[in-house]
């Protein structure tokens, strides 16, 4: 590796972090309302479902009811059980099942 990089990567390292950090360092007492406490707490949620929602129905254009079963089963079992792995790997399962169904 060219040795003229490595203060480049320390200066984009440095410009990315900070940021990220600034409200640690200077808003670390604040109190935060509850009205846009909620309203935060949505945004990873909404951001989640704004990247994988359109492309479950994309992903199999010739029968896009597998991704929406998928979605279905993520739905149902994360709303009474929660977690990540079973979800997941349970909708690729679903999907799996109604592609090879037909």
């Known amino acids: ?37 909620a309203f935060l707490k949505c945004i990873p949620v909404a951001a989640i479902g704004a990247l994988i929602i359109p492309g479950a129905f994309t992903a199999t254009p010739d029968l896009p009811w597998a991704g929406v079963a998928g979605m279905g089963f993520t739905l149902v079992y994360g709303l009474f059980k929660g977690g990540i792995i079973v979800p997941v790997l349970g909708a690729v399962a679903v999907a799996w099942l109604v592609l090879s169904s037909v």
């Not at 950090?21 to 200077?26: C, E």
């Open 1 to 37: 590796m060219d040795r003229s990089l490595i203060p480049l990567i320390f200066g984009m390292a440095a410009v990315t972090y900070l940021p990220r950090l600034a409200p640690f360092l200077f808003f670390s007492n604040a109190r935060i309302p509850g009205r846009l406490d």
